[in-house]
């Protein structure tokens, strides 16, 4: 496999940037990481990937775009456990990651990862599945109810700067300002006993890699049973059956 076009958190994944049987012909670190090397590769990722005249090109010569190919589900069952360890981040990242868990696990008996995400969500689908942080508060505080006879706690998950102080009566931990933040709080996310989270491919992939029972988050008034809850098999479906909307 051939991989033209990538992004710069590839460095995170040491196992697939070396990966015997996937190549990049574009990684040049000497280049990549020399002056503007790293602006001038996105800008022209960025055009390349965002005209019509180089997608019938691509096309063409056989190349396709990632995202088109997520309907392609037929391996990936027989592949996860090859999947896990060629997209196992960097041991700096997971060791972070296993640490906070392996910390919060000492006091709770359950930890639920709830992934926030705001910004273009106001927008995105009209806005449809864009919560306050109070609703958020109130999704985990229902979490806690359905869990009453044992400890929660919680994992959060956004790129925004707020106090954890808000979510009153929530054990909550999450991480600062870290080098390759995005794929740690993915990876923490990914070890949770739970996830909760709007409709997104990113809780998707946590629940996936690291076969976490996922709930998305449908409605400010949504309620919780452990039927809620249940582990993404491929891009378009729960282990439990129920389909997920092409957004």
């Known amino acids: 496999m051939v991989i033209i076009f990538f992004d710069w ?12 049987f996937i190549y990049f012909p574009l990684w040049h670190k000497w280049y ?20 019509k005249a180089w997608d019938k090109f691509f096309k063409f010569v ?9 309907t392609d589900t037929r391996y990936l069952k027989q592949t996860l456990p ?7 981040p960097k041991d700096k990242i997971m060791n972070k990651a296993e640490g906070l868990i ?4 000492q006091t709770s008996e359950l930890v639920v990862g709830v ?9 995105w689908n009209n806005g449809r599945f864009f919560y306050e942080l109070e609703d958020y ?21 956004s790129n925004e700067d707020f106090s954890l102080d808000i979510f009153k009566d929530c054990e909550c931990r999450r991480f600062g300002k870290e080098p390759s933040g995005a794929i740690l709080d993915l990876y923490t996310l990914s070890l949770c006993d739970r996830i909760i989270g709007p409709f997104s491919s990113y809780s998707r992939w946590a629940s996936f890699i690291g076969e976490a029972p996922l709930c998305f988050l449908e409605s400010k008034e949504q309620q919780f049973t452990e039927e809620s809850f ?17 957004w």
């Not at 392996?102 to 696990?105: C, D, I, L, P």
Request: proline share 2%; charged share 30%.
């Open 9 to 20: 958190t590839i460095e995170d994944f040491p196992n697939l940037l070396h990966c015997p």
């Open 115 to 123: 992934h926030i995400r705001r910004g273009d969500y106001a927008t």
């Open 62 to 70: 056989g190349f396709t775009k990632g995202w088109q190919t997520r």
């Open 82 to 88: 090859e999947l896990k360890h060629i997209f196992r």
């Open 102 to 105: 392996k910390e919060m696990k």
């Open 137 to 157: 508060h109130q999704f985990m505080l229902r979490i806690k109810q359905l869990n009453k006879d044992r400890r929660v706690s919680f994992f959060i998950s």
């Open 230 to 246: 249940s582990k993404i098999v491929d891009y378009f479906h729960f282990e439990n059956g129920k389909e997920i909307l092409d």
């Open 32 to 51: 990549l990481e020399r002056g503007n090397g790293w602006n001038n590769y996105k800008g022209l990722t960025w055009k390349l990937t965002h005209n």
